[in-house]
């Protein structure tokens, strides 16, 4: 293995307790937690070296860097699953409606549109989680639920997202604030988990099952409440990085 391998090699171990820990305090499976290596602005050679220890769930976040290393790592390793984590812009939604797989961030009514559209001319459906702001930022994308008015608004905006054709829903995603102390970002994963009972509440017929939340800073914290995907970047692939 090269440097960069058994560095990642060395933070897998340490991110697998740190996971297996999270489990055991919150009485939940391992199994229950899917580990994404986010591997945006990381090299073909990194993402083999990840591969190589055993991930297979990657995340990008824009679809020109996804295109650009997916058939490169593809014609070294094993397929791994690719998951699209970052801001999608309209002009783009074709292309990434055309790559296949999971979508976290659909963060409006209006790309949740362009998206089904574009599954009707593929004749599939596109995979998607709904991207929530529960903390109430402004910088951060997604629908906003911070507040009971913006929830309402929020089921009412769903009305029209689940009953879009072309789009299958799996659950939803956040973005924590960063904060100086991870277990400040609690609520927002609490947040998060509230808002996805009220969804399973409203619309049986629809899936809920994922909840796509928590980062190298604060993962542990996410699966406490909840969380079935945690993206982990700079935890994963940074020699040195104390969250
Ligand atoms: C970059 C990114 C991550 C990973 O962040 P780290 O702090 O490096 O773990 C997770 N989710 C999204 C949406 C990202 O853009």
């Given at each position: 293995?090269?440097?960069?391998?058994?560095?990642?090699?060395?933070?897998?171990?340490?991110?697998?307790?740190?996971?297996?820990?999270?489990?055991?305090?919150?009485?939940?499976?391992?199994?229950?937690?899917q580990?994404i290596?986010?591997?945006?602005?990381?090299?073909?050679?990194?993402?083999?070296?990840?591969?190589?220890?055993?991930?297979?769930?990657?995340g990008?976040?824009?679809?020109?860097?996804?295109?650009?290393?997916?058939?490169?790592?593809?014609?070294?390793?094993?397929?791994?699953?690719?998951h699209m984590i970052g801001?999608v812009?309209?002009?783009?939604?074709?292309?990434?409606?055309?790559?296949?797989i999971l979508v976290h961030s659909v963060d409006?009514?209006?790309l949740a549109?362009?998206l089904?559209?574009?599954?009707?001319?593929?004749?599939?459906?596109v995979r998607v989680l709904l991207q929530v702001?529960?903390?109430?930022?402004?910088?951060?994308q997604g629908l906003?639920?911070?507040?009971?008015?913006?929830?309402?608004?929020?089921?009412?905006?769903?009305?029209?997202v689940?009953?879009?054709?072309?789009l299958q829903i799996e659950g939803l995603m956040t973005m924590?604030?960063?904060?100086?102390?991870?277990?400040?970002?609690?609520?927002?994963?609490?947040?998060l988990?509230?808002v996805r009972?009220?969804c399973?509440?409203?619309?049986?017929?629809t899936r809920w099952d994922t909840l796509s939340m928590?980062?190298?800073?604060?993962?542990?914290?996410?699966?406490?409440?909840?969380a079935t995907c945690?993206r982990?970047?700079?935890?994963?692939?940074?020699?040195?990085?104390?969250?």
């Amino acid at each position: 293995m090269d440097a960069s391998g058994s560095t990642i090699a060395a933070n897998l171990a340490r991110i697998e307790l740190t996971i297996l820990e999270a489990c055991r305090r919150s009485g939940r499976r391992r199994e229950e937690v899917q580990l994404i290596a986010v591997s945006k602005g990381r090299s073909v050679e990194e993402i083999l070296a990840a591969l190589a220890c055993g991930l297979h769930q990657l995340g990008e976040n824009r679809i020109e860097e996804l295109e650009a290393k997916r058939p490169l790592v593809e014609q070294c390793a094993a397929a791994p699953v690719w998951h699209m984590i970052g801001h999608v812009q309209s002009r783009k939604a074709a292309r990434v409606a055309a790559a296949g797989i999971l979508v976290h961030s659909v963060d409006s009514v209006r790309l949740a549109e362009r998206l089904d559209r574009q599954g009707a001319e593929l004749g599939q459906a596109v995979r998607v989680l709904l991207q929530v702001n529960v903390s109430g930022e402004a910088s951060k994308q997604g629908l906003d639920a911070a507040t009971p008015a913006e929830i309402q608004q929020l089921l009412s905006d769903l009305d029209r997202v689940v009953a879009l054709p072309h789009l299958q829903i799996e659950g939803l995603m956040t973005m924590a604030p960063q904060v100086p102390d991870p277990e400040l970002a609690r609520p927002v994963f609490a947040g998060l988990r509230e808002v996805r009972d009220l969804c399973q509440e409203r619309y049986p017929h629809t899936r809920w099952d994922t909840l796509s939340m928590g980062m190298s800073a604060d993962y542990a914290i996410a699966i406490e409440e909840g969380a079935t995907c945690v993206r982990v970047g700079r935890a994963l692939f940074e020699p040195i990085w104390e969250g």
